[in-house]
């Protein structure tokens, strides 16, 4: 009987069993309901395309859609467990998508996606198969977005964290477990190749050598088969879909050698290669695995930050204490923690005091000491006392949930660099094949010798090493993103690192970025006619430094404040607030501002603010801002690594400059208005300069949001933040400098990564085709060589403890 294939999922079924659709203008035929339905729903959506990309794979066909199970993604327990809402109101969520095998089912999946109502973004990551979707919740939900996942013949469910550390475990056990397999193999079979090769000099009788070369066969075979099953896996689907790659040439080598061994074992004719197949399979592997357990250090920051915190929290609901899930907490609710305990959510301490260990989020060893209105952090621990706090956010909005969302990002993005050495990776596998066929030829016209050509090509495909290549990048980033984290440097992409290595000018500013950002007042006089109720109530309009300075004081050494009422508040970008209160226009803020109101003032101090009613100046007040302890040392070292440093500040000229001689800055521009600080930066990038801008206002955002890397104190504004491409969570200029560091030294350890790998290969293939190589030896110089990447990228962790560059 007749085969043909499903026109939707292109598996071969007879003929007779398939059900022919004739609404079409040719006949198509589907094994299944779920094929046609598919198909239908490509056609009408105008995805047809999917099929051109698919080539001629086969892909499983589609269950029917069914309503059955998605209920439960719509219950609120699983929301609160697994939704985010952004800063936009929109629901967002990580899942992982079952079935793809592909670049066109990523394609279809992300189209199909984007297409749906209601769904604003859709990214799959085609290594891991992790989704990223973003959807408005009043127009679609997410059972309707897996039901449509489904309907294409795909299934997902939520990304958890700890669940992909089980696998990432089971994983390297398995790992384990074929290593020693291999290992035992390798070790056993050297003393056996020894006894042949005193046997080829000194002569071995033809029945034993049979005992032995079986011996050899029965260990290479478990070798082969079971720690090299990655290779055969890895050739695979790489040949299914098109591409060469490392795998593809172990896979290769060894089964030649293994194939060649059988011959000569059966035949009695040439030599056996077993140990040669063993060797190769087990020294690449330990590399393999090696790589592995790196790539877990790396990213151990990132688990220890997760895996040790607390799911419940100990809430105060009147007398009543209650233990409640972190994700069930909310903004106002009283929490308990108690001396051991890690804080899981950011709040202000509401009594007691204890001493709490930051140092998983600043990297700072000492302790600090928390009282009453101070701010705790989540990630911090509790060290020595019961201290009841108000919770000021929900578990998602606290900080160690962003850290661990950014770092979770940063890991996914790859630097440009890293896109060229893979790519380079993977044509080079390509070009090495087509060397070691070129090679056998050669060899055989040359000697007329099948096995010595073989064993030569062979030499070739085993000693050439895309894999150190290919890890040349990744490892030393994953390292560097590490060791920043720990150092309380958080890049929210890896190819920031690159880009901020590549800098050479460094824009600062001054209030908070470089000076403690509080200023106090110095000098103060006040008019007995002054109405301090109503100077005290336009402070609060403004969340400037100054502004807040002079509330602080006020606060300090006035009794019985109260909060008056004002009309048609307006802020002066940069300058101040204008306000009415009854009958009468006040204003408070700079002698800018009182100038352009044409009010005569007497300036008192670098840094002052004045405060007018009907026209005349009531209240004066001198303020000083002094400089971060560590900002001259730090500046120093920074000018040392050939960074120019430039000051851009709001304040003005006397202001500026006092703070910058303190710290050694001898490029200032000052009084400038958040739109001329946006301007310096693009001065500078016309000239084709990348640049770094650090600031913590939201006076800094044009300016963050121009430059190529933009650096936010971590005490900064909400929107500073969220314009940074690289936070500082400790606050401090010496996460500024280590931030340079950490990107420097990883830029050029992945520079001499790529550079050694090349240099690797461009000398050996030539050895191996003039055939100085053997196979096993081939083997263990290409396990070295990803070694030596390998221990380079740990080397980041290494150099920058010592503080180098």
Same mark, same amino acid.
């Given at each position: 009987m007749s085969k043909r294939r499903c026109d939707h999922c292109q598996l071969l079924y007879e003929e007779a069993v398939l059900l022919c659709d004739e609404t079409f203008k040719e006949a198509r035929f589907f094994c299944c309901k779920g094929c046609q339905g598919v198909f239908h729903l490509l056609q009408s959506e105008g995805l047809e395309s999917f099929y051109d990309k698919l080539g001629g794979q086969s892909i499983a066909p589609p269950e029917t859609p069914t309503s059955s199970g998605l209920e439960k993604f719509d219950l609120e327990k699983f929301k609160e467990c697994y939704i985010k809402i952004n800063d936009e109101g929109f629901c967002e969520i990580s899942l992982i998508i079952e079935g793809i095998h592909c670049a066109a089912c990523v394609w279809l999946n992300e189209k199909v996606l984007f297409q749906k109502e209601g769904v @604003?973004?859709? +990214?799959?990551? %085609?290594?891991?198969?992790?989704a990223r979707i973003v959807w408005d919740p009043e127009t679609t939900s997410l059972s309707s977005i897996i039901q449509t996942i489904r309907a294409i013949g795909y299934n997902a469910h939520p990304y958890d964290p700890k669940l992909q550390e089980e696998h990432a475990n089971a994983a390297r056990r398995e790992y384990y477990s074929r290593l020693l397999v291999g290992v035992f193999a390798t070790m056993n079979i050297m003393w056996i190749a020894i006894a042949q090769y005193a046997g080829y000099f000194t002569g071995m009788r033809g029945d034993i050598k049979s005992v032995l070369n079986f011996a050899e066969f029965v260990l290479a075979t478990p070798a082969l088969f079971y720690t090299g099953w990655v290779y055969y896996r890895g050739a695979y689907y790489g040949f299914k879909h098109g591409y060469v790659s490392m795998d593809t040439l172990i896979a290769t080598g060894a089964s030649l050698a293994y194939g060649f061994s059988l011959y000569a074992m059966f035949s009695g004719n040439g030599e056996t290669y077993f140990d040669s197949?063993?060797?190769i399979v087990t020294f690449v592997f330990a590399g393999k695995y090696l790589e592995v357990l790196t790539k877990k250090r790396a990213v151990d920051? @990132?688990?220890?930050m997760i895996g040790s915190l607390p799911t419940e929290v100990m809430v105060i609901r009147g007398e009543e204490k209650i233990l409640l899930h972190?994700?069930?907490?909310?903004? %106002?609710?009283?929490?308990?923690?108690? #001396? %051991?305990?890690?804080? *899981? /959510?950011?709040?202000?301490?509401?009594s007691g005091e204890a001493s709490f260990d930051e140092s998983s989020l600043t990297g700072e +060893? =000492? #302790?600090? $000491?928390?009282?009453?209105? =101070?701010? /705790?952090l989540s990630g911090s621990i509790c060290l020595d006392s019961v201290v009841r706090y108000e919770a000021s956010a929900t578990h998602q909005g +606290?900080? $160690?949930?962003?850290?661990?969302? $950014? $770092? =979770? *990002? +940063?890991m996914t993005k790859k630097p440009r660099i890293e896109q060229l050495a893979n790519s380079i990776a993977g044509k080079f596998s390509l070009v090495v094949l087509s060397i070691a066929l070129l090679t056998f030829i050669g060899w055989f016209v040359a000697t007329g010798s099948f096995e010595t050509a073989l064993v030569v090509a062979i030499s070739v495909i085993v000693i050439a090493c895309p894999c150190a290549l290919g890890l040349a990048t990744p490892v030393a980033t994953l390292v560097g993103l590490g060791v920043g984290a720990q150092k309380g440097v958080l890049f929210k992409e890896a190819s920031f690192l690159e880009n901020m290595a590549k800098s050479r000018v460094l824009l600062l500013d001054k209030t908070g970025t470089l000076t403690e950002g509080r200023p106090k007042v110095k000098e103060a006089w006040i008019d007995p006619a002054c109405e301090v109720d109503v100077l005290f109530a336009l402070l609060g309009t403004s969340s400037h430094p100054v502004s807040q300075g002079v509330r602080e004081y006020l606060e300090e050494h006035t009794l019985a404040l109260k909060e008056a009422t004002l009309l048609d508040v307006e802020v002066v970008e940069a300058k101040g607030v204008q306000a009415k209160w009854k009958e009468h226009a006040i204003a408070g803020g700079s002698g800018r501002l009182m100038e352009e109101l044409g009010i005569a003032h007497e300036r008192v101090g670098a840094t002052h603010y004045l405060f007018s009613c009907d026209g005349v100046v009531l209240a004066r007040f001198a303020l000083e801002d002094t400089p971060k302890k560590d900002a001259k040392a730090v500046l120093a070292h920074l000018q040392k690594m050939n960074i120019k440093v430039e000051m851009l500040t709001g304040d003005n000229e006397t202001a500026a400059w006092k703070v910058a001689r303190e710290v050694g800055?001898?490029?200032v521009r000052h009084s400038l208005f958040p739109h001329e600080k946006a301007a310096v930066v693009e001065e500078y990038?016309?000239? %084709?300069v990348h640049v770094v801008m650090a600031g913590d206002g939201i006076n800094d955002t044009l300016a963050l949001s121009q430059a190529d890397i933009a650096i936010a104190m971590g005490e900064g504004a909400d929107v500073a933040v969220s314009a940074s491409d690289v936070v500082l969570l400790n606050d401090s200029l010496k996460s500024l400098e280590d931030a340079f560091l950490v990107s420097r030294k990883t830029y050029r350890t992945i520079k001499q990564n790529i550079g050694f790998s090349l240099l690797y290969n461009v000398t050996t293939v030539p050895l191996a085709v003039l055939g100085f190589v053997n196979p096993m030896i081939a083997a263990i110089s290409m396990s070295l060589s990803s070694l030596v990447v390998i221990g380079n990228a740990m080397r980041i962790r290494t150099m920058l403890k010592k503080g180098k560059q």
């Amino acid at each position: 009987m007749s085969k043909r294939r499903c026109d939707h999922c292109q598996l071969l079924y007879e003929e007779a069993v398939l059900l022919c659709d004739e609404t079409f203008k040719e006949a198509r035929f589907f094994c299944c309901k779920g094929c046609q339905g598919v198909f239908h729903l490509l056609q009408s959506e105008g995805l047809e395309s999917f099929y051109d990309k698919l080539g001629g794979q086969s892909i499983a066909p589609p269950e029917t859609p069914t309503s059955s199970g998605l209920e439960k993604f719509d219950l609120e327990k699983f929301k609160e467990c697994y939704i985010k809402i952004n800063d936009e109101g929109f629901c967002e969520i990580s899942l992982i998508i079952e079935g793809i095998h592909c670049a066109a089912c990523v394609w279809l999946n992300e189209k199909v996606l984007f297409q749906k109502e209601g769904v @604003l973004e859709a +990214s799959i990551n %085609g290594t891991s198969h992790k989704a990223r979707i973003v959807w408005d919740p009043e127009t679609t939900s997410l059972s309707s977005i897996i039901q449509t996942i489904r309907a294409i013949g795909y299934n997902a469910h939520p990304y958890d964290p700890k669940l992909q550390e089980e696998h990432a475990n089971a994983a390297r056990r398995e790992y384990y477990s074929r290593l020693l397999v291999g290992v035992f193999a390798t070790m056993n079979i050297m003393w056996i190749a020894i006894a042949q090769y005193a046997g080829y000099f000194t002569g071995m009788r033809g029945d034993i050598k049979s005992v032995l070369n079986f011996a050899e066969f029965v260990l290479a075979t478990p070798a082969l088969f079971y720690t090299g099953w990655v290779y055969y896996r890895g050739a695979y689907y790489g040949f299914k879909h098109g591409y060469v790659s490392m795998d593809t040439l172990i896979a290769t080598g060894a089964s030649l050698a293994y194939g060649f061994s059988l011959y000569a074992m059966f035949s009695g004719n040439g030599e056996t290669y077993f140990d040669s197949v063993t060797m190769i399979v087990t020294f690449v592997f330990a590399g393999k695995y090696l790589e592995v357990l790196t790539k877990k250090r790396a990213v151990d920051t @990132l688990d220890a930050m997760i895996g040790s915190l607390p799911t419940e929290v100990m809430v105060i609901r009147g007398e009543e204490k209650i233990l409640l899930h972190v994700e069930e907490v909310q903004a %106002g609710d009283v929490i308990e923690v108690r #001396p %051991g305990e890690k804080v *899981v /959510i950011d709040g202000v301490v509401l009594s007691g005091e204890a001493s709490f260990d930051e140092s998983s989020l600043t990297g700072e +060893s =000492e #302790p600090k $000491l928390k009282g009453q209105k =101070e701010a /705790i952090l989540s990630g911090s621990i509790c060290l020595d006392s019961v201290v009841r706090y108000e919770a000021s956010a929900t578990h998602q909005g +606290s900080i $160690l949930s962003k850290i661990v969302t $950014l $770092l =979770e *990002v +940063s890991m996914t993005k790859k630097p440009r660099i890293e896109q060229l050495a893979n790519s380079i990776a993977g044509k080079f596998s390509l070009v090495v094949l087509s060397i070691a066929l070129l090679t056998f030829i050669g060899w055989f016209v040359a000697t007329g010798s099948f096995e010595t050509a073989l064993v030569v090509a062979i030499s070739v495909i085993v000693i050439a090493c895309p894999c150190a290549l290919g890890l040349a990048t990744p490892v030393a980033t994953l390292v560097g993103l590490g060791v920043g984290a720990q150092k309380g440097v958080l890049f929210k992409e890896a190819s920031f690192l690159e880009n901020m290595a590549k800098s050479r000018v460094l824009l600062l500013d001054k209030t908070g970025t470089l000076t403690e950002g509080r200023p106090k007042v110095k000098e103060a006089w006040i008019d007995p006619a002054c109405e301090v109720d109503v100077l005290f109530a336009l402070l609060g309009t403004s969340s400037h430094p100054v502004s807040q300075g002079v509330r602080e004081y006020l606060e300090e050494h006035t009794l019985a404040l109260k909060e008056a009422t004002l009309l048609d508040v307006e802020v002066v970008e940069a300058k101040g607030v204008q306000a009415k209160w009854k009958e009468h226009a006040i204003a408070g803020g700079s002698g800018r501002l009182m100038e352009e109101l044409g009010i005569a003032h007497e300036r008192v101090g670098a840094t002052h603010y004045l405060f007018s009613c009907d026209g005349v100046v009531l209240a004066r007040f001198a303020l000083e801002d002094t400089p971060k302890k560590d900002a001259k040392a730090v500046l120093a070292h920074l000018q040392k690594m050939n960074i120019k440093v430039e000051m851009l500040t709001g304040d003005n000229e006397t202001a500026a400059w006092k703070v910058a001689r303190e710290v050694g800055i001898t490029q200032v521009r000052h009084s400038l208005f958040p739109h001329e600080k946006a301007a310096v930066v693009e001065e500078y990038q016309a000239k %084709g300069v990348h640049v770094v801008m650090a600031g913590d206002g939201i006076n800094d955002t044009l300016a963050l949001s121009q430059a190529d890397i933009a650096i936010a104190m971590g005490e900064g504004a909400d929107v500073a933040v969220s314009a940074s491409d690289v936070v500082l969570l400790n606050d401090s200029l010496k996460s500024l400098e280590d931030a340079f560091l950490v990107s420097r030294k990883t830029y050029r350890t992945i520079k001499q990564n790529i550079g050694f790998s090349l240099l690797y290969n461009v000398t050996t293939v030539p050895l191996a085709v003039l055939g100085f190589v053997n196979p096993m030896i081939a083997a263990i110089s290409m396990s070295l060589s990803s070694l030596v990447v390998i221990g380079n990228a740990m080397r980041i962790r290494t150099m920058l403890k010592k503080g180098k560059q």
